[in-house]
Nanobody, 119 residues
């Protein structure tokens, strides 16, 4: 059983939008900081965003600031990553993972969802 499951990826044109979902089995996402990460072919995995435990503060890597938004729906035990104004360079496999703090190591990685931005 995979602790975290990502969904919502797909093919979109530059300038388009997608919303990724991260859902959990067996634990409550609101008890953890949830990070979004991505890995493009031939590149290292990079952190995209993190929503903290408690006050839901959000953090974003510079390349997505102003375009991506992470938020929780606790009733659905889901964390979303709203991605707007998508660029070709956003193409990657996107993962979510959990941690106690956004500054701590992450675990319970999902299988990932593919985002492809292409005209």
């Amino acid at each position: 059983q995979v602790p975290l499951v990502e969904s919502g990826g797909g093919l979109v044109q530059p300038g388009g939008s997608l919303r990724l979902s991260c859902t959990a089995s067996g634990f409550t996402l609101d008890d953890y900081a949830i990070g979004w990460f991505r890995q493009a072919p031939g590149k290292e995995r990079e952190g995209v965003s993190c929503i903290s435990f408690g006050d839901d503060s959000t953090y974003y890597t510079d390349s997505v600031k102003g375009r991506f938004t992470s938020y929780r729906d606790n009733a659905k035990n889901t964390v979303y990553l709203q991605m707007d104004s998508l660029k070709v360079e956003d193409t990657a496999l996107y993962y979510c993972a959990r941690s106690d703090l956004c500054s701590d190591p992450f675990d319970s990685w999902g299988q990932g969802t593919q985002v492809t931005v292409s005209s």
